[in-house]
């Protein structure tokens, strides 16, 4: 089973910019979907982003297009999250996870059986 750590959270002011990583311990992770989701208090977890394994497609939840860049690296078996132009509604605590390789982006977490523990992203307003 892979294992996933997430790295780059932080506290940051409305219109700042944050990167998070996700660092695999498999280079099953080079054959794997990869998405990011966050889960702010009280709310259930949301899909943010996903990216297929060969990184030819991505996907964005509506909320952050524009804004946030998925991207991988499979020779350093690490995704990244650019997070640009970050606003208050963007504090959460954000996990990587990855899946079997799909053609398509799956935005429901059930698809995906590895996850990191988490990193928390503050946005102060």
């Known amino acids: 089973q892979v294992q996933l750590v997430e790295s780059g959270g932080g506290l940051v002011h409305a219109g700042g910019s944050l990167r998070l990583s996700c660092a695999a311990s498999a280079r099953t992770f080079s054959a794997s979907n990869m998405a990011w989701f966050r889960q702010a208090p009280g709310n259930e977890r949301d899909f943010v982003a996903g990216?297929?394994?060969?990184?030819?497609?991505?996907y964005y939840a509506d909320s952050v297009k524009g804004r946030f860049t998925i991207s991988r690296d499979n020779a350093r078996t690490t995704g990244y999250l650019q997070m640009n132009s970050l606003k208050y509604e963007d504090t959460a605590v954000y996990y990587c996870a990855t899946s079997g390789p799909r053609w398509a982006i799956m935005l429901t977490e059930a698809f995906y059986g590895a996850w990191g523990q988490g990193t928390q992203v503050t946005v102060s307003a």
């Open positions: 990216i297929t394994w060969t990184g030819g497609k991505t």
